[in-house]
Nanobody, 115 residues
Framework: QVQLVESGGGSVQAGGSLRLSCVVP????????VGWYRQAPGKTRDLVAH???????NYEDSVQGRFTISRDNAENTVYLQMNNLQPEDTAVYYC?????????WGQGTQVTVSS
């Protein structure tokens, strides 16, 4: 089964930063937009940001100005730089193509922000 592999999560205090990484199989990376999604306990898995093959980025309103998504074409990797983290950002973060595909979910990476 093909999966995308996330890493970089951790525990930080409010106002802190983390950078998440997502390694994407090359055949998928080349032709798809890739998104970061998150799921907090008891909530749905929602899109946070996505980036097109051409590098155009789009953000959900609550992270606009705090998060930056980028892609490294040489490394088949998509990053999510998260600054000024807040407790409401606490969730498991996943990457997938955009629009999502159910067979590509990885294990996710936990982000915990304490106040």
């Amino acid at each position: 089964q093909v999966q995308l592999v996330e890493s970089g999560g951790g525990s930080v205090q409010a106002g802190g930063s983390l950078r998440l990484s997502c390694v994407v199989p090359r055949n998928i990376f080349r032709i798809n937009s890739v998104g970061w999604y998150r799921q907090a306990p008891g909530k749905t898995r929602d899109l946070v940001a996505h980036i097109t093959t051409g590098g155009s980025a789009n953000y959900e309103d609550s992270v606009q100005g705090r998060f930056t998504i980028s892609r490294d074409n040489a490394e088949n990797t998509v990053y999510l730089q998260m600054n000024n983290l807040q407790p409401e950002d606490t969730a498991v973060y996943y990457c997938n193509i955009f629009p999502r595909r159910s067979d590509l979910w990885g294990q996710g990476t936990q982000v915990t922000v304490s106040s």
